[in-house]
Nanobody, 126 residues
Framework: QVQLVESGGELVQPGGSLRLACTASGPSFSRNAVGWFRQAPGKGREFVSHISRSGGSNAYADSVRGRFTISRDNTKNTVYLQMNNLAPEDTAVYYC???????????????????WGQGTQVTVSS
């Protein structure tokens, strides 16, 4: 069983930066590929980024590519999402998900994730 806790969300001005963290409890988090998704008010959950178990492979949604960077530190059981040049349309609750251990790569499909955190609110507004 993997339990995930997201942190780092807050109110930020347009053009600002935030770093979100997804910290796992449970054994061997390095064996789980991880994805970040977000859900804006009145919308469905959408893919943001994912990273493989080792951190050597990742992917981004077109809307965030070049502004967001995903990384992981398996010694700290944590996956990060560095978000730069934030815009109001980035406002959402951000969730991290972890895949089952037999999956090396992340996925851009929500249904491929077995474990989820409770989310952290990111608000971009002046």
């Amino acid at each position: 069983q993997v339990q995930l806790v997201e942190s780092g969300g807050e109110l930020v001005q347009p053009g600002g930066s935030l770093r979100l963290a997804c910290t796992a409890s449970g054994p061997s988090f390095s064996r789980n590929a991880v994805g970040w998704f977000r859900q804006a008010p009145g919308k469905g959950r959408e893919f943001v980024s994912h990273i493989s178990r080792s951190g050597g492979s990742n992917a981004y949604a077109d809307s965030v590519r070049g502004r967001f960077t995903i990384s992981r530190d398996n010694t700290k059981n944590t996956v990060y999402l560095q978000m730069n040049n934030l815009a109001p349309e980035d406002t959402a609750v951000y969730y991290c998900g972890a895949r089952d251990r037999d999956q090396y790569y992340g996925s851009d499909r929500e249904r491929d994730y077995l474990y989820w955190g409770q989310g952290t609110q990111v608000t971009v507004s002046s």
